[in-house]
């Protein structure tokens, strides 16, 4: 496990366990780890940077930068919006667990070097799953779809668009896509528990980059990230930060997926507004937290998923989130700070 929590009389950076079973390497802050999911968010930014610009829309039809020998393999494809895409409201399959075929493959062949047009090959011709805009349904094709476009838009491959607009900008030393090659990183292997053995997949991501996932970083960068995105405008416009904000309260329950970004109210209780993503594959776990009420950024990262590991994880995120909770008001409670309803007083 791999700690960052910051805020108002905090900056807490730790981790414990081993980064390595063979060796044993002891895992530290410094170490980067697979990040799932939490790739969606840098996907995202680099969307919404690009709509600033006006080399993207998020209205119009994926069709306006799409090539046609892709569109006519994908249902709905002009009617399915960028906007669609980053909000998981398009119809479309996940590639990824929906249908088994992918899965297979990736587990045939983990070194394989995969491309957003060869994983788009999974999405071609399968029903949509409800109309455009409709309903809500989280999907890695999505973030695929993205990636296309805006590698097609750009000329560029999308890593070098995160690491020149994103992991540069803000220093994030120990950040970086699975499709790069690059050295210097004290990376963790990540563990997990399959038929009685425990495997190591550390193999399986380190070379592995797309627009859904991808991304490997420490806690600390990626609370960093967080921080830049929602407390600066170094990222995103305050324009562009409310259009990523704004959920499409579509599905059953409704959703609180915005673009790229959870925007919760009151999770487990809390009382207070997050901006949230988690990435969960095998072998690694992560959850990155904003919440702007307080000023607090959690990031727990675990290099082992599934089973046991999961259930000790979700354990110790929760009493993570508490104790953090608790340190914030106290040190508000000495500095004076006025309270109303759980929240501080705006003046």
Not at 89 to 103: A, F
Not at 161 to 178: V, Y
Not at 194 to 203: N, S, V
């Amino acid at each position: 496990m791999s700690l960052q929590v910051t805020g108002p009389g905090l900056d807490f950076s730790d981790a414990a366990g081993v980064a390595n079973l063979i060796t044993p390497e002891m895992l530290t802050p410094g170490h980067s780890m697979y990040a799932a999911s939490i790739g969606k968010t840098f996907t995202a930014v680099i969307a919404l940077q690009l709509c600033e610009e006006g080399r993207l829309e998020l209205n119009a039809p994926i069709s306006a930068w799409l090539a046609d020998d892709i569109t006519r393999r994908i249902p709905s494809s002009r009617t399915i919006t960028l906007h669609h895409l980053l909000s998981h409201t398009s119809g479309l399959i996940d590639y990824m667990n929906d249908e088994k075929t992918w899965r297979s493959d990736f587990a045939n062949d983990p070194h394989r070097q995969w491309t957003h047009r060869a994983v788009l090959t999974y999405l071609y011709d399968k029903r949509p799953l409800f109309a455009p805009g409709s309903d809500y349904h989280y999907s890695n094709s999505n973030y695929i779809l993205a990636g296309v476009i805006i590698e097609r838009v750009t000329g560029q491959p999308l890593h070098a668009l995160i690491r020149e607009r994103i992991i540069e900008p803000l220093g994030l030393q120990q950040t970086f896509n699975g499709q790069e090659a690059v050295t210097g990183h004290h990376r963790a292997h990540g563990y997990v528990k399959w038929r009685g053995r425990i495997l190591d997949t550390y193999p399986w991501y380190s070379h592995y980059g797309l627009g859904d996932s991808g991304m490997n970083s420490t806690p600390r960068d990626l609370a960093r990230f967080i921080n830049a995105l929602f407390e600066t405008d170094m990222l995103l416009s305050k324009v562009m930060k409310q259009a990523m904000t704004s959920v499409s309260a579509r599905g059953h329950p409704p959703s609180d997926y915005g673009l790229g970004i959870y925007h919760q109210h009151n999770p487990w209780g809390a009382g207070y507004q997050w901006y949230a993503h988690d990435g969960i594959d095998p072998g690694y776990q992560a959850d990155m937290m904003y919440l702007p009420d307080l000023d607090l950024t959690i990031v727990l990262a675990a290099n082992a998923s599934m089973g046991t590991a999961s259930d000790v994880y979700e354990k110790l995120i929760r009493d993570v989130v508490q104790v953090a909770l608790g340190a914030v008001k106290e040190t508000r409670r000495k500095k004076g700070t006025n309270w109303i309803n759980g929240y501080p007083a705006k003046y």
